[in-house]
């Protein structure tokens, strides 16, 4: 009785968090008709409903989503124990999830990645690519990584990158066809690439700072893109003007492809950061992680 409780709890509890028997089964190793089966025994026996079934999805019912938040803890201090019971090995080995977004993993994360994964050849590292302001303790995340400015105050925080200065740049022809701006304001008579934020579902407005006084100007264009490389190219290519981290531009700017406009108001935002719950439990490969991103 105890060996079939914990083995279907175990199963709802993975069928609860991703919403989808295909998905929960795939972790599991088993069939869907076997998942199935074992759900509708541990709702038999608790002599309750846990899941609403639909034909697109799965969703608890009040009853189950109260059962799967009291579980949670205890699941996640016995997989941080097994964690640690790995880590008694003579190599230090185990699985990190982490979430990043796009300029922040291919600047600063994935570089670190590749000496970090040779150097621990045990380790397993998976990383998310996502622009939006991840939950990461919802997507069961052991970290993530944003500007400083945005890390949650119930979030430790590691600085892992120096501060990161935004620049606004066009093309030579672009700027000699509409002209060069020389305040925010002039944004609005030029066409901009805009970019839409993945969590809040609107369009970013582009930021700006001179002397204590900030603006946030939102700009309009034919063209929005998420993907900064393209950004980046349709600035490049004439398309307009775009707002994205001057490291990203250096090379473009040197070879003069694109110019670097309004620099006395792009501002400087303090670097990106590693961040976790404060109630983590680390595990020997999520410090190991954590030392060698550390920015000095």
């Not at 600047?107 to 939950?135: C, H, Q, R, S």
């Not at 069961?140 to 120096?162: S, T």
């Not at 030579?172 to 805009?194: K, S, T």
Request: charged share 25%; net charge negative; hydrophobic share 40%.
């Amino acid at each position: 009785m105890l060996k079939d409780n914990f083995n279907d709890l175990l199963s709802f509890m993975v069928v609860a968090r991703e919403r989808s028997f295909t998905r929960a089964a795939a972790q599991l190793g088993v069939s869907q008709s076997a998942l199935s089966h074992a759900m509708r025994n541990l709702e038999a026996r608790l002599d309750m409903r846990l899941l609403t079934r639909t034909t697109r999805s799965v969703v608890p019912t009040e009853a189950g989503e109260q059962l799967f938040m009291r579980l949670s803890p205890h699941l996640l201090e016995i997989e941080s124990e097994l964690a640690a019971l790995r880590d008694t090995r003579d190599r230090p080995a185990g699985n990190i999830r982490l979430t990043a977004g796009e300029h922040a993993m291919s600047a600063v994360l994935w570089p670190a990645l590749k000496a970090f994964m040779a150097t621990y050849p045990d380790i397993n590292v998976e990383v998310t690519v996502d622009n939006g302001l991840t939950d990461i303790v919802d997507g069961r995340f052991d970290a993530g990584v944003r500007l400083g400015e945005q890390v949650a105050k119930d979030m430790i925080a590691v600085r892992i990158a120096p501060d990161m200065r935004m620049a606004v740049v066009g093309s030579p022809d672009y700027l000699a066809r509409f002209g060069v701006p020389d305040h925010p304001e002039q944004l609005a008579q030029h066409r901009c690439i805009n970019m839409r934020l993945p969590t809040r579902g609107g369009l970013y407005a582009w930021e700006f700072q001179r002397d204590g006084r900030e603006i946030r100007v939102r700009v309009e264009g034919q063209l929005t893109l998420n993907d900064l490389p393209q950004r980046i190219d349709a600035a490049a290519s004439g398309l307009g003007l775009a707002y994205v981290p001057e490291d990203t531009i250096q090379e473009a700017i040197a070879s003069g492809t694109l110019i670097h406009v309004l620099k006395e108001w792009c501002p400087t935002f303090e670097g990106y950061h590693l961040y976790y719950p404060s109630r983590r439990q680390h595990t020997t490969a999520f410090a190991l992680l954590l030392e060698s991103l550390r920015y000095p």
